[in-house]
Structure formats: C-alpha cells, structure tokens
C-alpha cells in the first residue's frame, strides 16, 4: 500500500509518496469518498513475495521494490522501494523482505 499526495491509503502505485505497508484484509472503497474505509495495514515486519530478479543468495540485502499492487522487483526505475531481500525463498523467484513502513519511520525521527 502507498500514501497519495493528499494523504490517503491505497493500492500500491508508482506515483504515491511513500510505501505504507501491507493490508492485513482487502478494503473496496471505489464506490465511497476518500476516507470512508479503514484498512488495517501491518507497518513492520516481514512478508514472503515473489520477486522479479531474485535467483540466488547474492540478492540478500538488495532493496525489493513495488511497481504496482502485488508486482515486485529488483529494479528500482520509478518504482517503490518497499524493503530489503532477507532470505531467498524455497520456490523459484520467491524472497522474504523484510520492511518498515516509510509512514513509520517518519513517525520515530
């Protein structure tokens, strides 16, 4: 999930601000105004992804990146930074990241 310029909570996108984290459960408000729904969003923690470009041990520690809801990467671009590969996981292109919501890491400064 990202955070748009007017500060509201949605699907990931490569033109929001800042990456927010992950929804616990899914919140349609496309037929409601900003602010309508609440999401439950984990902030922190770690989240197993398929990622394009993962393939061995050498892509821990490289920054994972979102390019839209649910699409990850290696590849910076315009994309998202959203955490770091923490482990190489059992399937083929598959990761453990580790990330930090950048709404938190604001909040702790």
């Known amino acids: 999930m990202t955070i748009d310029t007017g500060g509201e909570v949605g699907p990931a996108a490569t033109g929001e601000v800042n990456f927010a984290g992950f929804a616990v459960a899914?919140?349609?408000?496309?037929?409601?105004?900003?602010g309508d729904i609440n999401c439950r969003v984990l902030t922190e923690g770690?989240?197993?992804l398929t990622v394009a470009g993962v393939d061995d041990n050498?892509?821990?520690?490289?920054?994972?990146?979102?390019s839209d809801d649910g699409t990850f990467?290696?590849?910076?671009g315009s994309n998202k930074a959203i955490g770091r590969v923490s482990q190489i996981g059992?399937?083929?292109?598959?990761?453990?990241?580790?990330?930090?919501s950048a709404v938190l890491?604001?909040?702790?400064?």
């Open 90 to 100: 059992e399937t083929s292109g598959t990761a453990r990241v580790r990330f930090k």
């Open 105 to 109: 890491e604001h909040a702790l400064d």
């Open 26 to 34: 899914g919140a349609d408000n496309s037929s409601g105004s900003a």
């Open 73 to 76: 990467t290696l590849t910076a």
């Open 58 to 66: 050498d892509d821990i520690g490289d920054v994972c990146y979102a």
């Open 46 to 48: 770690e989240v197993l």
